[in-house]
């Protein structure tokens, strides 16, 4: 009986890791960089021609709202929830970061240049709370110490080199690095020198990175420019037409560790289909 509950736990263990196709993969980093159409990101030599090579390349991806706000809430909880400006929201729904908490697992939204502390602000320097969807959550904004343990500045290298890198990721680079007040040659030349390490280095190896626009520059269509990437992920060169949406890859995230869905467009969403390095 004993021997029979431990096998049972180990399965378990392991099925929260496993799902999608693909069970190397034990950390997600959703990266997201701004406003531009997809002719324009293909068209840059890290994002359209060093990157396809090496990854899965999503040709038919979309944002689902302007400005870019109702972007970011729909990436983490599956819907633009109302947030339809870039002014200050306040939700009491559920975000993907109560589904990985529920099943013990960790996340962290790295925020480049947030300045700590819970700051429930709009905007300090080149940090914009827009950006920076988790803190548009109560349940989060409104409790201290989830804050300052899972919304963070500038701690991934050193989670890295602690080997403590959290189950899902959410990296906003800050107003110029994300191509916003730069444009996309400057937020692909970011890019490279941020991601291109990442690619060969061990303490990443089990990660998946999926590079992302909130929103085309253009309003319609909202057609973006979307990438998965990874040392575990079986897809170089690998080009997918499907149609997907922010809906796809958060569907996709919540069944590599079988998270179950939030009930909004995540629930119907196609997923994405991964294979494993063998
Ligand atoms: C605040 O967050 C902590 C850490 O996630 C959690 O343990 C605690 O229950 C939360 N408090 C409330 C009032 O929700």
Redesign the pocket.
Known sequence: MQLTLSIAAIVLGSAQLVSAGCSNIKSVMTIVLENTDYSEAIAQSYMGATLPPKGYLLTNYFGVSHPSQGNYIAMVAGGVNGCKSDSNCNLGVKSVADLL?AKGLTWKSYQESYPGNCYTGSRSGTYYRKHNPFMSFT?ISG?A??CA??VVASQLDKDAANNALPNYMFYSPDINNDGHDTGAAYADRWLKSFLEPKLTNPAYKDTLFHVVFDESDTTSPNYIYSILLGQGIAAAGKKDSTKYTHYSFLATLEGIFDLGNLGQNDATAAKIPLKCVA
């Open positions: 908490e349940s409790n110490t989830r343990r899972n």
